[in-house]
């Protein structure tokens, strides 16, 4: 594991984005694509970029159970509004929220990773060491599957929410075993309430109750911190 600590999230998203464009230099072709408010000034300088994606490939992390696509709270919506909208590429695939049948949903989802193998994975991390929705407790091996969400995800995620109630209980979520089988991963965490899960992540024992240790000890990952996300290292 190679940590990198910045100034700011904004060279930190600098850096993340120079690794893509190695990587897909290096013929990579499938990226995977995590939401939340830590990609997002990555994304920006993607949109802003000359790079062409269109013959690229993206896979999600995840998505809510029972949010349709066009949710403005959903993760399809988000990665519309935030990066295919203005950079088309040649196919994305997020979990459907909308999907009853978990079984048939999951393996899907399980067929689309395997089909388009990631060469390069992004992530964030979760105030309690979660990368996707893969909760503390997650098995290392897990595949896609549907996951209920910790309160203390609720929580911190109910602030992109008009209500904390409107917080889907549930997630489709790629597991921590998908994610590992990625090429290349990259990480990054910014501000000081990810401290203790980057502490956890890095210094701890690698065990499921920080699902984000799973990556210790890989050498084709890369974490990208400011600052405040390394003040405990
Ligand atoms: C959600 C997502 C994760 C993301 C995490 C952190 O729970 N499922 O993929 O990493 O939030 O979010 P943020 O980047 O907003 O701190």
Do not use: W
């Not at 940590?3 to 060279?11: A, C, L």
């Not at 230099?25 to 939340?36: F, I, R, S």
């Not at 909208?85 to 929220?97: H, L, R």
């Not at 290349?184 to 499921?208: N, R, Y």
């Amino acid at each position: 594991m190679k940590v990198i600590v910045t100034k700011n999230n904004e060279d930190a998203s600098k850096k993340a984005f120079e690794l893509i464009k190695e990587e897909m230099n290096n013929g990579a072709k499938v990226l995977g694509l995590a939401t939340g408010s830590t990609p997002i000034p990555m994304y920006q300088d993607m949109v802003n970029s000359d790079i062409d994606f269109s013959n690229m490939t993206s896979v999600n992390l995840d998505e809510y159970v029972g949010l349709a696509p066009d949710d403005p709270q959903s993760y399809h919506h988000f990665m519309q509004v935030n990066l295919f909208d203005k950079k088309p590429f040649a196919k994305t695939y997020v979990p459907d929220g909308l999907a009853t049948d978990a079984e048939a949903e999951t393996s899907r989802y399980n067929k689309v990773i395997a089909d388009n193998p990631i060469d390069l994975q992004i992530l964030g991390l979760g105030r309690n060491g979660h990368i996707g929705f893969n909760e503390p407790g997650s098995p290392f091996d897990s595949e896609t599957r549907k996951v209920p969400l910790t309160e203390s995800t609720i929580e911190a995620n109910a602030r992109f929410f008009d209500n904390e109630n409107d917080v889907p209980k549930f997630a489709y979520s790629m597991g921590i075993g998908s994610i590992l089988k990625s090429k290349k991963i990259i990480l990054m965490a910014f501000g000081s309430a990810k401290a203790d899960a980057i502490k956890a992540m890095i210094e701890g024992p690698a065990t499921p109750d920080c699902p984000a240790s799973a990556l210790q000890n890989k050498d084709n990952v890369t974490i990208i911190l400011d600052t405040e996300a390394a003040s405990k290292l």
